[in-house]
């Protein structure tokens, strides 16, 4: 155990459309965790049970009011979580660390808007989508929307968007039957893709509404994926299928996602849920 990190520490269990989550104040107390102990908290059996694990630290800069940092069940650390950014919002406004509604969070890939609605749901400006193939990173490819890719020896049609983290998207018939337990692993560890990637799955139901499934990197699929709707939005709107505003229906409930064109910011709107809070010693 690190000498940084108490014997206890308070979290709070929180989900964003079933995306679950152990949120941790890193303001008030003083955690440093190893990649083994957030695998012992992420465990749904042995632990407290995640997708994805939050701290919540202090800001390095006056202008910013936290820093935001995501660790995924495997034990590793990524740039950004959407889901994961409603539920930071509301779990700084309900432990106290804020009396803003809206607030500015530094994380890996910048600075990120999170804004608590009269409604009680989130919107968070995510900030501009990358399309560039280098920055997303993605090798090999063209500056084409639409990308090929051989998975296990199929050619799949994808398209690659950075949210701050990075997504393949394909065009499904029905995201029900969708093959995402037998090409999710397989597309998150393309070699093409050097950090890994988010494979997600759209079903164009309507101009302004889609279905989508998600397999995350080091998490699996998720009941939701803040920043795959957002990726696959942004890749359905540069393909012509898609007019903005569109209902993203998730296994785990529904977000809403704005996007007005390449340079613009992608605005995420749905809810942030708390489920319990709780002690553990480690």
């Given at each position: 155990m690190?000498g940084?990190?108490?014997?206890?520490?308070r979290?709070?269990?929180?989900h964003?459309?079933?995306?679950?989550?152990?949120?941790?104040?890193g303001?008030?107390?003083?955690?440093?965790?190893?990649?083994?102990?957030?695998?012992?908290?992420?465990?749904?059996?042995?632990?407290?049970?995640?997708?994805?694990?939050?701290?919540?630290?202090?800001?390095?800069?006056?202008?910013?009011?936290?820093?935001y940092?995501?660790?995924?069940?495997?034990?590793?650390?990524?740039?950004?979580?959407?889901?994961?950014?409603r539920?930071?919002?509301?779990?700084?406004?309900?432990?106290?660390?804020?009396?803003?509604?809206?607030?500015?969070v530094?994380?890996?890939?910048?600075?990120?808007?999170?804004?608590?609605?009269?409604?009680?749901?989130?919107?968070?400006?995510?900030?501009?989508?990358v399309?560039?193939?280098?920055?997303?990173?993605?090798?090999?490819?063209?500056?084409?929307?639409?990308?090929?890719?051989?998975?296990?020896?199929?050619?799949?049609?994808?398209?690659?968007?950075?949210?701050?983290?990075?997504?393949?998207?394909?065009?499904?018939?029905?995201?029900?039957?969708?093959?995402?337990a037998?090409?999710?692993?397989?597309?998150?560890?393309?070699?093409?893709?050097?950090?890994?990637?988010?494979?997600?799955?759209?079903?164009?139901?309507?101009?302004?509404?889609?279905?989508?499934?998600?397999?995350?990197?080091?998490?699996?699929?998720?009941?939701?994926?803040?920043?795959?709707?957002?990726?696959?939005?942004v890749?359905?709107?540069?393909?012509?299928?898609?007019?903005?505003?569109?209902?993203?229906?998730?296994?785990?409930g529904?977000?809403?996602?704005?996007w007005?064109?390449?340079?613009?910011?992608?605005?995420?709107?749905?809810p942030?849920?708390?489920?319990?809070?709780?002690?553990?010693?480690?």
């Amino acid at each position: 155990m690190s000498g940084l990190l108490p014997m206890k520490f308070r979290f709070s269990k929180m989900h964003g459309l079933g995306n679950d989550f152990v949120v941790i104040d890193g303001v008030r107390q003083s955690i440093a965790l190893t990649s083994e102990q957030i695998r012992f908290l992420a465990d749904r059996h042995f632990g407290i049970g995640c997708d994805q694990l939050l701290l919540v630290e202090p800001a390095r800069h006056p202008d910013i009011d936290f820093r935001y940092r995501v660790f995924n069940a495997d034990g590793g650390e990524v740039e950004q979580c959407g889901n994961g950014a409603r539920c930071f919002a509301r779990f700084a406004r309900e432990q106290g660390l804020t009396g803003k509604r809206e607030i500015r969070v530094a994380t890996q890939c910048g600075v990120i808007r999170p804004r608590i609605e009269s409604d009680g749901s989130v919107t968070v400006d995510m900030g501009v989508p990358v399309l560039e193939p280098a920055r997303i990173p993605f090798t090999g490819a063209s500056s084409e929307i639409v990308q090929p890719l051989d998975v296990g020896g199929q050619n799949v049609e994808i398209t690659a968007v950075s949210m701050g983290n990075p997504h393949a998207v394909q065009v499904v018939a029905d995201s029900d039957a969708a093959p995402v337990a037998a090409q999710g692993p397989l597309i998150e560890a393309h070699p093409r893709f050097p950090q890994r990637v988010n494979a997600g799955f759209m079903q164009v139901v309507g101009r302004q509404r889609i279905r989508l499934r998600v397999f995350e990197r080091g998490a699996g699929e998720t009941l939701a994926c803040g920043t795959g709707a957002c990726a696959a939005v942004v890749a359905g709107i540069l393909r012509g299928l898609l007019d903005s505003p569109v209902r993203v229906e998730t296994r785990g409930g529904e977000l809403t996602i704005a996007w007005s064109g390449v340079g613009m910011p992608v605005l995420m709107t749905g809810p942030a849920m708390t489920v319990f809070t709780g002690e553990i010693e480690l």
